[in-house]
């Protein structure tokens, strides 16, 4: 029986063009980018070239990205800088947020160097906006707003332009992880009022172990990693040359392809949402699944019984790739903060199934027949 994979908000296979792209740099092309000689002069330009490509299709400058390891050294750099030095002192966040923000605005806590706010949330999991305003309005000290722009657990989307503009309102920093959205769904950055934005090569068929931090160019922070002076002084440390011209690579294949892929994604979605509601009494999902959401995927609440709680072992064996809450934390089985706070049933087991361009509706069909056993 061939692997079924659902896990598409974790990690995503890589694009043949994509590791095809990356070849000449993990075989011949090795030079080092801070070499003078022509060697390194070419992998500097291939870089460069991956800035000003990504740039473009984000509408932003090419001086205000920079290439990190990914989505978690991205958050945790333009946090810890907000506070460090534009002078934050106060942070808004949710309970919801990804491990990357949340562990770190902890940590700032347990410093001493910030207090933090946490938004309420709606019932369908959305961030409660207006609550979001009143914090603003009362608080004196400079803010610091960090908030996902899409939920990778539940898939619920922020809407960036309100939070951007309230922020702007108030004076405050704006740091969204866009992880989940990046690759998924077009931007404008241009026109975006946002401070800081994230980026993971992997959530969109690109390689694992590279990201991108956008910094708005109308503010200037210090690096998060002393040493050299690459990344245009703001991240010390030798490129990941063929990770760079895989992300830049890996977000032109899936800008060229948003329109067809986001359709098809996204009625694979639909399907399976029908056959769920169609076949497995009881069943019911999480967030706010139809409306502002992502297209790529799907939270299931399925009643606990003895054989739902071995679902996930189960379902692996049965050669089917799904997560029950956030990957990032995967192997550890203490449920998840997101269901917790959005739908906190003890009754219920949280499946979370993730789709890409790969899938097909067979694949749905065998996955509900085989859910249907397992129950």
């Known amino acids: 029986m061939n692997r079924i994979y659902f896990d598409n908000a974790a990690t995503t296979s890589l694009d043949p063009g994509v590791l095809e792209t990356m070849m000449p740099y993990l075989v011949e092309k090795f030079g080092n980018p801070s070499s003078i000689y022509s060697y390194g002069r070419e992998t500097k330009m291939a870089i460069e070239q991956s800035r000003k490509s990504v740039a473009k299709i984000l509408n932003a400058h090419p001086a205000e990205i920079f ?55 709606l019932s369908n999991g959305h961030i409660d906006l207006e609550h979001l305003e009143k914090l603003l309005a009362a608080t004196q000290e400079k803010t610091l707003v960090t908030l996902l722009h899409a939920n990778n657990e539940i898939g619920n989307m922020l809407d960036i332009h309100a939070v951007g503009n309230l922020c702007k309102v108030f004076n405050a920093i704006f740091h969204c992880d866009t992880v989940q959205t990046v690759g998924h769904f077009p931007f404008d950055l241009r026109n975006t009022p946002v401070h800081f934005i994230t980026g993971a090569a992997h959530k969109f068929h690109g390689p694992k172990g590279v990201g991108i931090l956008y910094i708005n160019e109308n503010i200037r922070i210090k690096p998060l990693l002393q040493g050299g002076g690459q990344e245009r002084n703001m991240r010390a440390g030798t490129e990941n040359i063929y990770g760079i011209v895989g992300f830049a690579k890996a977000l032109e294949l899936a800008t060229a392809a948003f329109e067809e892929d986001s359709t098809y994604i996204g009625s694979i979605k639909k399907y399976m949402h029908d056959i769920l509601k169609k ?84 694949e749905v069909d065998t996955v509900v027949a085989g859910l249907q056993e397992m129950l």
């Open 67 to 121: 290439f990190t390891s990914g989505g978690t050294e991205s958050s945790n750099t333009a946090i810890t800088a907000a506070v460090r030095d534009l002078g934050c002192t106060h942070i808004i966040t949710s309970v919801i947020e990804h491990h990357a923000t949340l562990h770190t605005v902890e940590n700032l806590d347990a410093q001493g160097l910030v207090k933090i706010s946490h938004i309420k949330l």
């Open 279 to 362: 076949n497995i009494p009881g069943v019911g999902f999480n967030g706010d699944f139809f409306g502002k959401s992502l297209y790529t995927l799907l939270s299931v609440s399925l009643p606990k019984t003895e054989k739902s709680e071995m679902l996930l072992f189960n379902m692996d064996i049965h050669n089917i790739c799904a997560s029950g809450g956030s990957a990032c934390a995967s192997g550890v089985e203490q449920g998840s903060h997101v269901i917790r706070a959005v739908n906190n049933n003890p009754n219920q087991v949280t499946v979370r199934f993730s789709f890409c361009k790969n899938n097909t509706r067979a």
